[in-house]
């Protein structure tokens, strides 16, 4: 091994991994004129322009525009009955992915960074050992090393669970036919996305969770409106359930068998997807021999300036135990970048905003009304229904609500929309919040009629004049 590495590549920067904090570090880095070198065993750009955030909502944009075909006569359409060919649905999917891989390698070319496609684990500080997919191997090593390996989907130890070739989200959107019976195994944002698209689809569908409702961490008020919406579009819940094992094969004839305050209970479908939980790849790549330690939870311990435990060496993303977003990778991305150029950007206390993209789509950021009440934080608490905000009537799509809790000092404390467009609402409010601006800027400001971004008006003018 030692004289593996004497002969090895020297780089300035070496990144493991493509995903959002990785690639844009090497583009920046690279087109700085550093020497860079990024390896990568198989998603150029990492999992969201190929197996997770943008495929999935292309095929829940397709999902939609299904829902809509059912809707034609309320449009005054007259058109034979819809259906849907998943073929179609996953080429238009198959189709927006090249697309994307086209524009990360131009632009891995364009910033001089030596994209290495292989199999990357560590020999020692700073020093990785590549299996090249082409063959043969390559010993590489840098002054600072960035892991950014993501996560991947949980497969439990469930009996029967994993001999049932069940999918993750990486197959689901893979699938050329509709499945008959789909069951979701969680209620999260992966299976609540999926779980509402395959509905709109025309499968029938069953949610399994073994919490006693969907996403435990929102507001009562607002689990119960999601989940009304998502059951009138025929997704079916079995919650308080915990499977305690599963027979046969998903894609031809499945059985999960679960438990539940009434009694036990057996499912059948042909199909399972497994959506209960990311396990960060952090096992295999020899991180002991760098002398980069894990947490508790598999993830690579770093400090708040994304450092880990050994020197010159960083970690990013959901590897390293950030929030899984990809908008919180980018940031890490940013927090790495000015350490390297000598500022100081921290991980403590940074907005994380979100959005689950069922349709209508839930966003928020701050903190939530249940939380406010648990520590007794004071707030005012002002509610509109999507209703009133008049774009909504346009579209024919008026389920939902926004809420915001403001505080003594009349600066917003949380955020919470359900409803069209939700996630184009959490910018300008959360602009107001990081500069400490009181409601009263969104509420006086002038807004372009009949925007959805009026309703933000609508809602703090609910307040009252101060």
Known sequence: MASSIMDSEHFEVLILGSGEAGKYLSWTLGSEGKRVALVERRYIGGSCPNIACLPSKNIIHSAKVAWYARRLNEFGMKLPEPGVDM???????RAMVRALI???????????????????VFVGPRAISVALQQGGSRVLTADTVIVSTGSRATVSDTPGLRASEPMTHVEELELDTLPEHLIVLGAGYIGLEFAQAMARFGSKVTVIDRNSRCLAHEDEDVITELTRMLSADGVAFKFDSAVESVSGRSGSAVEVRISNPDGKESLKATHLLVATGRTPNTEGIGLERAGI????????????????????????????????????????????????????????????????????????????????????????????????????RTLGETEGFLKALIGDDDR????????????????????????GLPYTALRDLIVTHPTLTEGLVYLFSSLGQK
Do not use: W
């Open 87 to 93: 073929g179609v649905v996953r080429e238009r999917k």
């Open 102 to 120: 086209d524009v990360h390698n131009k632009r891995f070319a364009s910033n001089h960074v030596e994209f290495i496609c292989g199999e990357g």
């Open 293 to 392: 330690d894990l947490t508790d939870t598999g993830h690579i311990k770093v400090d708040a300036s994304l450092k880990t435990t050994a020197e010159g060496v960083f970690a990013v993303g959901d590897c390293a135990g950030s929030p899984n977003f990809t908008h919180i990778a980018y940031d890490d991305y940013r927090i790495v970048y000015d350490e390297l150029k000598g500022g100081r950007r921290v991980t403590t206390g940074r907005q994380v905003p979100y959005v689950l993209f069922t349709d209508p789509e839930l966003a928020h950021i701050g903190l939530h009304e249940d939380d406010a009440k648990r520590r007794k934080i004071s707030y005012r608490l002002t509610k509109l229904p999507m209703a009133a905000v008049l774009r909504t």
């Open 412 to 435: 917003i404390l949380g955020f919470t929309a359900l409803g069209a467009g939700a996630g184009e609402l959490l910018a300008p409010v959360q602009l107001a919040m990081s500069a």
